[in-house]
């Protein structure tokens, strides 16, 4: 309890955390599901740090969220209070450099700079011993006047060699890092948990680089906060704990939404190249008059026109002229043999062998991205080029080696360039498995801790990102169950096919506009598109006389829930996939009433298909793929929007899924389409099967019952 910064812990999150150090302790993984008010982040936190302190580890705590993230760094300052521990908040490159370069440029930038400063300590040391022995040979030392001498002429090549090098690029604020004292910096820094824009204020207020003293600064401490990507990224895991001075075996990963980890990990594992890497790295080569560039050429021309012929031959009539900004996706995959791309690829490549060349244009880039880097070091270009030959040839080698391996799937998409009004595509090899790229951290790492509300079933999450034999625990809502109701609203199912039925859009928004009027405050819409979100706001509007928001492309989410928040007895109305449905809180008034509109199945492409095929193969079951592809995850989105709602024990509140796919009453007619079974037992629990037409008079006695209504109750 030393590192718990608060008088009592909440109802079970002792139970929690014993059972989370125990885990620790022996090295374990940790699989933890808690509902809002089971104080999850501590529940973790607290026995992360006394196992590390016990068994001399580094704790690292990592999400997606921006909000999460700054709810770490609230936890980690109070614990501060309480216990002496050294807590950093990491952060990548690109938000803190002062500069704004890329990390190739910033790489030379740095080596330039030690090297001048460098150059400069040893110059400075010369002059000195040079003054010593002119002091000496005065006083009649004939061997000093003979080692003066030496000096001098090493002192002359050095000021030659200064001269040479500061012409080249050079970081100030990186100099500065190496020759001005930096005690108070690290004082300051060491004193609180500080934040990234923080850290970025205070170095620029000093012309340090602030990014190069956290690297410094966070070797040897207890606890570090930091996004996905510096785990989940292999190469910079491997220097993330480079720079925290440990072995992955000395690090306790705690993730906090872990239910996003398993798309994380699959777009870290993915790799792309598009035909304008491959136009550039042809431009480069035309002007190399290396013998090698004919071969590199000979390759990446192949690989490049059929790239051009795959997308342009799966044009129907009209289909280019519908390209717009966003990738879209074209079939590529066969069944039966090799991916389109490939077999095009292989029919155009005529030379002495695909693999051969290959090995030409990587060399080659090798050279050629090696040449760029000293002419940039050197100040012959302002900017740092990166080797696009050397992108195009990793690609293309990886695409004809690994594209059949399991779990990868090859894709070809296009997009339309707005400033040119061009069509241009790219190739993807898509990771479908993302247990190849999690397996081996959980692996790695002395134990993690995977929590969120929303992590059952425990036996797919496990399986689908690797981890052997974890220790689950769940625990759902601890507020009275009395200051909530959860309705499974039986109006039809929204299929796709469906949608567009007027009697099913009318019985939808009697249904949408009952819950808004019995709602003595704000009521949250999540709805499974953008586009139904839209027709039903267009649809409330006619009938309701609250006030309306849209959650629209292009406007700030945070102005629009403040500006909702702020209102009183208002409809927000948004996607179940966009960024209000999970990780932003409404407590309190913010919002007293969610409902979720149909089931929020992700639009089934090729994709989704592939990364079904890929769990059925991984894990041997007919219907494997559907459930832990599509089925769970969709479940959890829905389980994360009602989570919005009922933030604290005092809050009153109705949740309630329109859809009869969620109800009990239907799992007998319905199937597979029947979603009820997939929420965990205690959930289902509370979901009350309602009609429609009912549910005015059931919120009406509810909130009623709570004095929610401020003054008269509506009429039903």
Known sequence: ?????????????????????????????????????????LSALVP??????????????????????????AEARAITREEDIRAIVFKGKSSMCHIDVGYEECQALRDNTRAVVDTERDKRQLERRQRE???ESQDGDGGAADARSAVMDELETLE??????????????????????????????????????????????????????????????????????????????????????????????????????????????????SERTVDSALDELADSDDPRSEDASNVLSAFHRALVETYEDSFGFGDREGIGENWTDVSIANEDRKDDLTLEFLQRYSGRGIEDDLEAAMKLGQELDEEYEEAYREGETATRTECQTLQAAAFVSAWMNEGATEGLYPVVAVTRDA?????????????????????????????TVLMSATLQPFDVTANVLGLEDPVTMAYGLQFPADRRRTY??????????????????????????????????????????????ERYADRLERRSEKTVYRDEPGESVEGLRKRFVADDGAVLCTSLWGTLAEGVSFDGDDAQTVLVVGVPYPHLDDRAEAVQEA??????????????AVEIPTVRKTRQALGRVIRSPEDVGVRALLDRRYSRSAKSDLGRYSVNGTFPHEEREELIDIAPEKLKFAMLNFYGGHDAYDGEQPAP
């Open 419 to 447: 400033g040119t009004d061009e069509v241009y595509g790219r190739a993807e090899l898509y990771s479908c498995l993302p247990r190849q790229v999690t397996g081996r951290l959980f692996d790695d790492v002395f134990a």
């Open 48 to 73: 992360a740090l006394e196992v590390a302190r016990e068994q001399d580890k580094t704790v690292v705590i990592t999400t997606n969220v921006h909000q999460q993230m700054r709810q770490f760094v």
């Open 133 to 135: 022995l002119l002091a």
């Open 488 to 533: 499974a609203v039986e109006t039809p199912p929204l299929f796709s096919s469906d949608r567009d039925d007027p009697a099913v859009q009318e019985t939808v928004t009697d249904a949408i506009h009952d819950a808004a009027r019995m709602t003595p405050g704000n009521t949250l819409a999540f709805f499974p598109n953008y586009g139904e979100a």
């Open 160 to 273: 030659e060699r200064l001269e040479d090098l500061e012409e080249q690029n050079v970081c100030d604020y990186y100099r500065n890092n190496l020759t001005e004292d930096t005690d108070e910096f690290f004082g300051w820094l060491y004193e609180d948990v500080r934040t990234p824009d923080e850290i970025y204020e205070y170095a620029e207020s000093q012309q340090f680089c602030g990014y190069e003293l956290l690297k410094e600064g966070i070797e040897g401490v207890d606890l570090v906060v930091c996004n996905y990507h510096h785990l989940l990224d292999s190469t910079i895991r491997e220097q993330f704990f480079r720079w925290l001075g440990r072995d992955p075996e000395d690090v306790i990963a705690v993730f906090d939404e872990a239910h996003n980890v398993e798309d994380a990990a699959r777009e870290h594992a993915t790799r792309t190249c």
């Open 1 to 41: 309890m030393r590192f718990f910064p608060y008088e009592q812990p909440y109802e079970n999150q002792r139970e929690a955390m014993d059972r989370i150090h125990n885990s620790l302790t022996r090295g374990q993984d940790v699989l933890f599901e808690g509902a809002c008010g089971t104080g999850k982040t």
């Open 615 to 628: 769990y059925d193969a991984a894990f041997e079951g007919t219907e494997t793929g559907w459930r832990y």
